[in-house]
């Protein structure tokens, strides 16, 4: 149980262009979902938290133009990276609390390239 | 949640060998987790232990926790191939907390 579906696994874009990736809690209700992004190599940074229904806050540094984050409801949260550039190129994973507090789900990652 | 630190950074070993992973923590913890991410992937959850307990197993992981040193330790016995991933503890207050990572402990396991 407590499955995040993330997706794409996967995408390749234009510099310029905006890309959306979708983060699914199958079998229970995400209130909170966090985004980070790794670069190779790298551990993983938080870039912010969503919550279902209001906000996102983001942590210092990112820019949440750029980086939109959409919560719309208790089993969806988007990413959109905005008018990507080469250096956005990273690997984004998406995370949940798990239910009954015991530790959090991550979805499968999604690796974005921007050429 | 506090940026653990993992030790070694990096550890290679044979098959069947044990591999302990050590972790280091500044701050008083509800829950200490572990996590594993293979190449490419998203991280799995591996075990959780909590403040008020001191061994916990899970199939060929034992995790054990002291909370006077502020340190943990991930055994993984019998390892195999398929063990070769990174792998991170994060400490935890509690709550719908966002999770700091540190930089992990790279395990390879030679056939």
């Known amino acids: 149980g407590a499955v995040v579906s993330q997706h794409p696994s996967w995408v390749i874009c234009k510099s310029g262009t905006s890309v959306k990736i979708e983060c699914r809690s199958l079998?229970?209700?995400?209130?909170?979902m966090f985004w980070y992004r790794q670069f190779p190599k790298q551990s993983l940074m938080l870039m912010a938290t969503s919550n279902e229904g209001s906000k996102a806050t983001y942590e210092q540094g990112v820019e949440k133009d750029k980086f939109l984050i959409n919560h719309a409801s208790l089993t969806l949260s988007t990413l959109t990276v905005t008018s990507a550039h080469p250096e956005d190129s990273s690997f984004y994973i998406c995370?949940?609390?798990?239910?009954?507090?015991?530790?959090?789900?991550f979805g499968s990652g999604t690796r974005l390239t921007v050429v | 949640s506090q940026q653990g630190e993992e030790d070694p950074q990096a550890l290679s070993i044979q098959e069947g060998e044990n591999a302990t992973m050590n972790c280091s923590y500044k701050t008083s913890i509800n829950n200490l987790q572990w996590y594993r991410q293979n190449s490419g992937r998203g991280l799995v959850h591996l075990i959780l232990i909590r403040s008020n307990e001191r061994e916990k197993h899970s199939g060929r992981l034992r995790v054990t926790l002291d909370t006077s040193k502020k340190s943990s330790s991930l055994l993984i016995t019998a390892s195999r191939a398929a063990d070769t991933a990174s792998y991170f503890c994060?400490?935890?207050?509690?709550?719908?907390?966002?999770?700091?990572f540190g930089k992990g402990m790279k395990l390879t396991v030679n056939p």
């Open positions: 994060v400490d935890a207050q509690g709550g719908s907390e966002k999770l700091v």
């Open positions: 995370s949940a609390p798990r239910q009954g507090w015991d530790g959090y789900t």
């Open positions: 079998d229970f209700q995400a209130t909170t």
